[in-house]
């Protein structure tokens, strides 16, 4: 079979399964996922949890996720250098949300850790590919880069929700005083892993605001939902901003940079 349409069949059949995963994920075939596990992933397990409505960036992702299926047979986006570099890893990392998913439904929490991370890491390489590749148009970065930026940016925070989760799970308390130190030592890495991706990636707005948008979740939970922690909240809030703010000052240092390599340019032709 040619690679291409082996590739492109990959990614279809890993699309559907992730819609099968999400079947169980929302209840349809299985528990919900603030249900599974005993619970330990509801809004309410731990401090690090992001309140209810901020789950609804999912419905963003799996949106988006479906153009880049559909955009991957279209004649512009078949066979191009995108789909090339990244077309069995977004397959693999369809695989693992829906994999995600389905150990949830059985309890295997700490197994959910592994998977995570495994799904954060493959997406690390889906959007470092994407960094070397230049001259796209702007439907398919919308498509391709900003399903994947989001995806991330989500997975990112997700994960030191769920490992926050396991931790809870295993009698680890996180009500605690000693647990709110924790809950915020645990934000300020995922905002300094944040910032490694801005600087590291380039300027990514997608990624930038799905974490913005987590820790702003995390910040309403833990200031109007129980378990309540008034320090956790500013500490989530501070990182929401922060997430924000860094993805301007490197966007505005790429910016200048561009303006100044271009006015050498000129002064050189001069």
């Keep these: 079979m040619e690679s291409g349409l082996a590739r492109r069949l990959f990614v279809t059949a890993s699309m559907v399964f992730c819609l099968v995963g ?9 528990e919900r996922v603030e249900e599974s596990s005993g619970g330990a992933l509801s809004a309410e397990a731990t401090l690090i949890a992001p309140a209810g409505p901020a789950f609804s960036i ?11 299926t559909v955009w991957q047979w279209l004649p512009r986006g078949r066979d191009t250098a995108v789909e090339r570099a990244i077309g069995w890893l977004a397959g693999w990392s369809m695989i693992l949300n829906a994999a995600w998913l389905l150990v949830t439904q059985v309890g295997w929490i700490w197994v959910s850790v592994l998977v995570i991370l495994g799904l954060a890491v493959v ?9 070397g590749i230049d001259d ?3 439907p398919e970065r919308i498509v391709v880069d900003g399903t994947f930026g989001l995806y991330l940016g989500w997975v990112t925070a997700a994960s030191c929700a769920n490992i926050a989760a396991a931790g809870a799970s295993s009698g ?12 915020s030592v645990v934000l300020v890495v995922a905002v300094g892993i944040g910032v490694v991706y801005q600087v590291v ?19 309403v939970g833990r200031t109007l939902d129980e378990p309540q922690s008034i320090a956790v909240g500013i500490v989530a809030f501070t990182a929401s901003a922060l997430a924000a703010v860094t993805w301007l000052a490197v966007a505005a240092k790429r910016s200048n940079t561009r303006d100044a ?7 050189a032709d001069d």
């Design 58 to 68: 999912w419905s963003v992702i799996y949106l988006g996720l479906i153009a880049y």
């Design 136 to 138: 796209r148009e702007l």
């Design 261 to 267: 390599e271009a006015a050498h340019a000129a002064e």
């Design 201 to 219: 990636f380039g300027p990514r707005f997608a990624v930038a605001a799905a974490l913005a948008w987590a820790f702003a979740w995390i910040g």
């Design 172 to 183: 680890i308390e996180f009500s605690s005083g000693s647990g709110a130190v924790l809950a």
């Design 22 to 30: 999400t079947l169980f994920g929302t209840g349809v075939l299985g």
């Design 123 to 131: 997406l690390g390489f889906i959007i470092k590919r994407l960094t």
